[in-house]
């Protein structure tokens, strides 16, 4: 009994067995890729669907932060027993902000698990408390966690900080769909920092504009007086 593969080729090695087989093999890895496929579909529509959900709030709410923490609420939300926080860059200082979470402290942006997601502007999985308790200067709050993820918020040129989310109980690794789910999160909330660095930006430039007319109309007033009492003088 002998094997003629796709291609003509004979195989006199391979048993009647094994051509039966063949088929069944190749039906069990089509359903396998089917199901990653799906997966990944699922997870990238979890991203989308929380990008759009954001983006709506975008056109409704106007405080920025009412909008980082409704991005936060639904990073806690996305399953159960997960803690959130974001830390905002201010002037080489983190500032905290959580949800379901208090305590939390200021941190350098150049130390810890935050300071290393910053300065590559790459996220970091990590799970296993005894992974997690291995990184050197580990940030008190991530102590006693099971499982952890952070990514950062990057803006055109800059990092503006990170989020991240994490367990102290195990339900569940982080795999690769929950970074691309905390990205899409940390692009929105970097969006809503970033726009509301340039509202400030532009009412302060505005603010300076005004100042600078009210100085030029004060001088001309000061002016066209000076002129006059000097006429007044003659």
Same mark, same amino acid.
């Given at each position: 009994?002998?094997?003629?593969?796709?291609?003509?080729?004979?195989?006199?090695?391979?048993?009647?067995?094994?051509?039966?087989?063949?088929?069944?093999?190749?039906?069990?890895?089509? =359903?396998?890729?089917?199901?990653?496929?799906?997966?990944?579909?699922?997870?990238? $529509?979890?991203?989308? =669907?929380?990008?759009?959900?954001?983006?709506?709030?975008?056109?409704?709410?106007?405080?920025?932060? =009412?909008?980082?923490?409704?991005?936060?609420?639904?990073?806690?939300?996305?399953?159960?027993?997960?803690?959130?926080?974001? $830390? /905002?860059?201010?002037?080489?200082?983190?500032?905290?902000? #959580?949800?379901?979470?208090?305590? /939390?402290?200021?941190?350098?942006?150049?130390?810890?698990?935050?300071?290393?997601?910053?300065?590559?502007?790459?996220?970091?999985?990590?799970?296993?408390?005894?992974?997690?308790?291995?990184?050197?200067?580990?940030?008190?709050?991530?102590?006693g966690a099971s499982?952890?993820?952070?990514?950062?918020?990057?803006?055109?040129?800059?990092?503006?900080?990170?989020?991240?989310? $994490?367990?102290?109980?195990?339900?569940?690794?982080?795999?690769?769909?929950?970074?691309?789910?905390?990205?899409a999160l940390a692009?929105? #909330?970097?969006?809503?920092?970033?726009?509301?660095? /340039?509202?400030?930006?532009?009412?302060?430039?505005?603010?300076?504009?005004?100042?600078?007319?009210?100085?030029?109309r004060l001088n001309?007033?000061?002016?066209?007086?000076?002129?006059?009492?000097?006429?007044?003088?003659?």
């Open positions: 009994f002998f094997f003629q593969a796709e291609d003509g080729i004979r195989d006199y090695k391979v048993t009647g067995v094994q051509t039966c087989a063949l088929p069944i093999y190749r039906q069990s890895t089509l =359903e396998q890729q089917e199901e990653m496929l799906l997966d990944e579909l699922s997870s990238s $529509w979890e991203s989308l =669907e929380a990008v759009y959900e954001i983006s709506s709030d975008l056109g409704l709410l106007t405080n920025p932060q =009412e909008l980082l923490e409704r991005i936060l609420y639904r990073a806690a939300s996305y399953r159960g027993g997960v803690k959130a926080a974001l $830390w /905002l860059e201010r002037d080489g200082v983190c500032h905290p902000l #959580a949800q379901g979470v208090s305590g /939390l402290q200021h941190r350098s942006s150049e130390e810890g698990l935050l300071g290393q997601v910053m300065a590559e502007r790459n996220g970091i999985i990590l799970n296993g408390a005894d992974r997690i308790a291995a990184n050197a200067h580990l940030e008190a709050e991530f102590q499982n952890l993820a952070l990514a950062p918020l990057t803006s055109r040129d800059s990092c503006l900080g990170a989020m991240a989310v $994490w367990q102290t109980e195990p339900n569940g690794e982080f795999d690769s769909h929950d970074m691309r789910f905390l990205s692009l929105q #909330a970097a969006m809503v920092i970033e726009n509301d660095r /340039l509202h400030r930006a532009e009412l302060e430039s505005e603010r300076l504009r005004q100042e600078d007319r009210k100085s030029t001309s007033s000061h002016l066209v007086i000076s002129y006059a009492v000097f006429c007044l003088k003659k």
